[in-house]
């Protein structure tokens, strides 16, 4: 009897697990990202790795990364450390971002958001394979800034009559991927995900005269709905100098695939009171079907080295390419250039057996990127430099299963203030869930 509560138990939280897992997904599928960042109006928007706290603490290493201080980890950014998962683990976490803007001796806004940042689970298949499903971010859309220009922006000397015209942005791009890893012997591991990458991404501009009684104002509204089959794959070379200290060198890549778009152009009147709100849309002046096209995503490599001493410290490094000089969005190529990143970092547990001080039990985590991101603006490239740092707090465990907190923030600036451009300063701050346990056990009875 006890038995067969214990296996029913399991089965509940197992299918708890999906259920949640699925209401998470459809949250975030329906989300709108509010990330507010001038840059993210260009390509896809601002990229997001496919991070989890636990690794972007550490600088976002990842490629050479599979189990961290003997725990399961979901590392989707390369498959092949799948076949190091033993038990079922399931990692949720939430994200947030205060950012703020500055050009030239000007301090500008202030933003801040916070969202569901993902959902990764997965589970052995045999004892050197595993399968792991989820969703994360892709991308994120999100930017509103104006300029003015005087005499009915003609730009001539006037105070009055000056033209507004209004930048903005919203939308993002999530990822629902699917992935199977497993090794041969413990010397080499192969994986591979297949994704969808789905959403829709919308750019307004709109043109008012707010000085002028009785002036219609006019808004130009282009959405890319988006969706497509993407592909991951990956290899780790794992080298063991004893039991508890290895040596992984690793290496992924994302496919060139094409996602399909749907273009659409809206063209609009309306009307601002005198509070300055904005009243609803008068006329629909057009409403084009620009294109059905494709979105051609392109070839992306990643490199990595990996050193630890189980529960004790971990070291790596990664270097990544991306040839975001291919993108084209309907055919059109999009003037980006090609993506480089530098990643370093590592963590280190006092004593992972200790029994009266959990201090030493914590993971201290540190790290530092640096990326050249695929946008340049007069002649300048956009890059981004950050620091990053983090804890691994392990909670009490229950039965089976093992139990961790993962917190990560990261420091860092986008841009420079140079050829008049702006400077984002951001705080991000991750927050993960980890859980590995003994589900899905096969009992035999004699």
């Known amino acids: 009897m006890q038995l067969y509560k214990s296996v029913m138990i399991k089965y509940i939280r197992s299918g708890f697990t999906f259920l949640l897992i699925m209401v998470g997904g459809a949250v975030m599928a329906q989300s709108t990202a509010t990330n507010s960042s001038p840059y993210s109006q260009f390509g896809l928007g601002t990229l997001n790795d496919a991070l989890l706290p636990q690794t972007r603490a ?15 980890t979901v590392n989707i950014l390369n498959p092949a450390s799948y076949s190091f998962i033993g038990l079922t683990t399931i ?3 939430v994200y947030g971002n205060i950012s703020t803007l500055k050009q030239n001796t000007v301090t500008g806004q202030t933003n801040a958001n916070f969202r569901l940042s993902h959902f990764n689970f997965a589970a052995p298949v045999t004892r050197h394979s595993a399968i792991s499903f989820g969703l994360v971010p892709y991308s994120e859309l999100g930017y509103n800034y104006r300029q003015s220009q005087s005499n009915f922006g003609t730009g001539a000397p006037a105070d009055t009559n000056a033209v507004n015209y209004i930048y903005t942005g919203d939308g993002g791009l999530s990822k629902g ?16 995900n297949v994704s969808y990458i789905f959403g829709n991404l919308r750019r307004f501009r709109s043109t008012e005269i707010p000085n002028l009684f009785g002036a219609l104002n006019s808004r130009t509204e282009r959405s890319n709905s988006v969706g497509g089959l993407n592909y991951d794959f990956g290899t780790q070379v794992n080298i063991d100098f004893s039991e508890t200290r290895h040596l992984v060198l690793g290496y992924s890549g994302s496919a060139s ?18 509070d300055g709100s904005e009243s609803s849309a008068i006329d629909t002046i057009s409403n084009q079907l620009i294109s059905n096209g494709k979105i051609k995503l392109p070839l992306i490599h990643r490199i990595g080295i990996s050193y630890q001493k189980d529960g004790k410290f971990l070291i790596g490094a990664d270097y990544s390419r991306g040839n975001w000089s291919s993108l084209t969005i309907g055919g059109i190529n999009q003037g980006l250039q ?40 007069n002649n300048t490239n956009i890059n981004v430099k950050a620091v990053s740092f983090g804890l691994g707090l392990p909670l009490p465990r229950n039965g089976s299963a093992f139990y961790k907190v993962n917190l990560a923030g990261e420091y860092g600036q986008r841009g420079t203030l140079q050829n008049n451009l702006i400077k984002e300063n951001f705080f991000t ?9 003994t589900w899905f056990t096969r009992y035999r009875f004699d």
Do not use: C, W
Not at 177 to 192: T, V
Not at 257 to 274: A, E, F, W
Not at 358 to 373: H, P, Q, S, V
């Open 91 to 93: 990692d949720i976490g």
């Open 338 to 377: 090609n993506t480089q990143s530098f990643n370093v970092g590592g963590q280190f547990t006092p004593n992972n057996n200790a029994l009266k001080n959990y201090f030493a039990l914590i993971d201290y985590r540190l790290g530092a990127r640096y990326e050249k991101t695929y946008i340049n603006i």
């Open 429 to 437: 701050i991750h927050v993960g869930f980890t859980l590995n346990d």
């Open 58 to 72: 550490m600088g976002g290493i990842s490629t050479a990364i599979n189990r961290i201080s003997g725990y399961n």
């Open 177 to 192: 991927y699917i992935g199977y890893g497993f090794n041969i012997g413990r010397l080499i591991s192969f994986g591979g």
């Open 257 to 274: 695939t094409s996602l399909n778009t749907r273009i659409t152009n809206v063209v609009s009147q309306y009307r601002t009171d005198v």
